[in-house]
């Protein structure tokens, strides 16, 4: 009887714990995205098109989009971002750099950029904390806001 008993008080809490609802992770830390250096010397207009120095980027996040010199206007994907941004209180710059010069890159980097794709997170040090293929929407994006959102509030590296 009392192995019965057993057997129906584990069905009882298997099928509980099964129906329960999804875990808490509000306690879990979030990670930063990693640190991949500091922001290489470009080219840079604001969206409007105005020349920019990268010392004007200090202490912001910014988003630079690494364009071909013909399209130099932020694309739908940065503009979706900076209003989800917004929304959520995250304010973010958006920034187009344009040079072809010397600039060098991590050779990971410098596919997507020739090919005007090439979209990177910049934290308020000037430092570089997302590299993206901006051509990848909408996971591109989702990636981005999630990063954004974590070096607004998580911890300093």
Same mark, same amino acid.
């Given at each position: ?23 808490? =992770? #509000?306690?879990?830390?979030? *990670?930063?995205? +990693?640190?991949?250096? @500091? %922001?290489?010397?470009f ?54 750099? =344009? #040079?072809?010069?010397?600039? *060098?890159?991590? +050779?990971?980097?410098? @596919? %997507?950029r ?17 590299v ?5 929407a ?20």
């Amino acid at each position: 009887m009392s192995a019965l008993a057993c057997a129906a008080l584990v069905l009882v809490l298997d099928f509980a714990w099964s129906e329960a609802a999804p875990k808490d =992770t #509000s306690w879990e830390l979030a *990670v930063p995205p +990693p640190v991949y250096g @500091p %922001l290489p010397a470009f080219t840079l207009r604001d969206d409007r098109g105005q020349p920019l120095e990268t010392g004007q980027l200090h202490g912001q996040l910014t988003l630079i989009q690494c364009a071909l010199e013909a399209d130099a206007h932020p694309r739908p994907l940065l503009r979706q971002v900076r209003e989800q941004l917004k929304a959520d209180g995250v304010p973010v710059q958006v920034v187009i750099a =344009t #040079s072809r010069d010397s600039t *060098v890159l991590h +050779p990971d980097w410098q @596919p %997507l950029r020739d090919s005007g794709r090439l979209l990177l997170l910049v934290d308020q040090r000037l430092q570089v904390r997302g590299v993206y293929d901006s051509s990848q929407a909408p996971a591109t994006s989702e990636r981005v806001i999630e990063d954004a959102r974590c070096l607004r509030s998580c911890p300093p590296p």
